[in-house]
T-cell receptor
């Protein structure tokens, strides 16, 4: 069983839609939860991270972590065509921050004008 | 400021040959990581350097893979001899290090390795 499960998509939405991306995980030792965005032929870039449970908002993006359910989400409001990319969740069990990241497979998002 | 750079961007080799991938981290970053993504699978951790020392190499698949970071600057990942299952995209990431820092990892664009 994979430590982190993520639906690969693709997820197609019209411009302006609210997008919900999710991951589940099995390792209760994970403490840092991250969302990366990856454009084609580029490396992943960090969008947001959350430590332990709770919500975090940054502009159009909201990250949620529910450790009791081992479930994390990323919401994108007012989605734009420029949001079209692969979104990867990643997790770390280190207490000192981002170490040895464990990734989901990524969800490909397509936002059509 | 330059980001993490990787060379080559793409390498095509035959089974049994040797390939060396290079990563130049962001200047001043003590931590350097190698990850790999094989087709259809998730990005997986290979190993972690702190300066020139291997901190964690638990993700290295077998002894055909050798990573070095001489002088604590750039790193190389050598695959010898390459097998078909080694095909994938190899990512390098670096982070600053130091106590109290979150150590966000900045990723390079990856090297796409194709073994025929």
């Amino acid at each position: 069983q994979k430590e982190v499960e993520q639906d690969p998509g693709p997820l197609s939405v019209p411009e302006g839609a609210i997008v919900s991306l999710n991951c589940t995980y099995s390792n209760s030792a994970f403490q840092y939860f991250m969302w990366y965005r990856q454009y084609s032929r580029k490396g992943p870039e960090l969008l947001m991270y959350t430590y332990s449970s709770g919500n975090k908002e940054d502009g159009r993006f909201t990250a949620q972590v529910d450790k009791s359910s081992k479930y994390i989400s990323l919401f994108i409001r007012d989605s734009q065509p420029s949001d079209s990319a692969t979104y990867l969740c990643a997790m770390s069990a280190s207490s000192t921050g981002f170490q040895k990241l464990v990734f989901g497979t990524g969800t490909r998002l397509l936002v059509s004008p | 400021e330059a980001g993490v750079t990787q060379f080559p961007s793409h390498s095509v080799i035959e089974k049994g040959q040797t390939v060396t991938l290079r990563c130049d981290p962001i200047s001043g970053h003590d931590n350097l990581y190698w990850y790999r993504r094989v087709m259809g699978k998730e990005i997986k951790f290979l190993l972690h350097f702190v300066k020139e020392s291997k901190q964690d190499e638990s993700g290295m698949p077998n002894n055909r893979f050798l990573a070095e970071r001489t002088g604590g600057t750039y790193s190389t990942l050598k695959v010898q001899p390459a097998e078909l299952e080694d095909s994938g995209v190899y990512f390098c990431a670096s982070s600053q290090g130091g106590g109290g820092a979150l150590n966000e990892q900045f990723f390079g664009p990856g090297t796409r390795l194709t073994v025929l």
